[in-house]
């Protein structure tokens, strides 16, 4: 099995800044791209950037600028510094990652269980 589990969430004043953390564990050979991902209540889940196993980085629009996601690969570990926070990044944050469990089995999608992000005006 494969557990993805998310930190670093909370309450924080808009224009202020949070780091989430999403540490991957369990029977891993080698992880693909690792992601984030959010969903407000009342909307669908958005995604907030990705990175690939070389370190290559690609945000949504509103979060250019204002978001990074980083990785440590010795940790298996994602990592998103999120600063100038608004109230509209308010939502649960999802963490995502594609692991291959064997040297010769395909990738496979797992999520972390979420973890709150609120943002007061």
């Known amino acids: 099995q494969v557990q993805l589990v998310e930190s670093g969430g909370g309450l924080v004043q808009a224009g202020g800044s949070l780091r989430l953390s999403c540490a991957a564990s369990?029977?891993?050979?080698?992880?693909?791209?690792m992601g984030w991902h959010r969903q407000a209540p009342g909307k669908q889940r958005e995604l907030v950037a990705v990175i690939s196993n070389l370190g290559i980085a690609n945000y949504s629009e509103p979060m250019k600028g204002r978001f990074i996601i980083t990785r440590d690969n010795t940790k298996n570990t994602v990592y998103l510094q999120m600063n100038s926070l608004k109230p509209e990044d308010t939502a649960v944050y999802y963490c995502?990652?594609?692991?291959?469990?064997?040297?010769?089995?395909?990738?496979?999608?797992?999520w972390g269980q979420g973890t709150q992000v609120t943002v007061s005006s």
């Open positions: 369990g029977s891993i050979f080698a992880i693909g791209a």
């Open positions: 995502n990652a594609g692991v291959r469990r064997m040297w010769n089995s395909g990738l496979s999608d797992y």
